[in-house]
């Protein structure tokens, strides 16, 4: 957060600052509503992975490309990750969000791991909830770490391994 400040936000977005004053009084309040807002679509996104694939591991891939998109090949990363790698700066509020969201989307993988341990398409689940917990730190950590480098083969290669558990063809 300590990263932009309202002049920054109204020369990207074309309007005067005291309009985001108006809706926004404090940089805490515009943090809080980004993320709520970006949580919703992502979670969002997650239901509709959920509704649409036909075996766990379509899920886990799709999974697995949100976050490689949101790379935007190095350049970026999603907004909980950069949140969350800059905590100290953060409000109670948001905090509490991005440890929901991460509770979620853990909760989300655990609920793939056992449907893919289920449905045979992903290999080799003994622990699905560690599984889950696991996904979630290394999708993240390999976003920062492609960041830093503005290298997004480095989440790729991060990933590799997890893809490759993935039996792409149905059974």
């Not at 400040?5 to 809080?32: E, M, W």
């Not at 490689?68 to 190095?74: N, S, T």
Request: proline content about 1%; some cysteine.
């Amino acid at each position: 957060m300590n990263g932009f400040s309202y002049a920054d936000l109204s020369a990207q977005v074309g309007i005067r600052k005291a309009s985001i004053h108006y809706h926004f009084p404090t940089k805490n309040d515009l943090t809080h509503e980004m993320l709520n807002q970006y949580i919703q679509r992502f979670l969002s996104r997650l239901a509709v992975i959920s509704d649409t694939a036909s075996k766990a591991a379509q899920c886990l891939d799709a999974y697995l490309k949100a976050y490689r998109e949101a790379l935007k090949d190095g350049r970026s990363v999603c907004l909980c990750v950069a949140m969350s790698a800059d905590r100290a700066s953060l409000s109670d509020e948001a905090v509490e969000a991005l440890t929901e969201f991460q509770i979620k989307s853990e909760g989300w993988l655990r609920f793939v791991f056992e449907a893919g341990r289920s449905d045979g398409s992903i290999k080799a689940v003994h622990a699905p909830a560690e599984e889950a917990a696991a996904t979630l730190a290394l999708v993240e950590g390999a976003q920062l770490v492609s960041r830093v480098t503005r290298d997004a083969s480095i989440f790729d290669q991060a990933t590799a391994v997890l893809r490759g558990r993935l039996y792409k063809r149905e059974r």
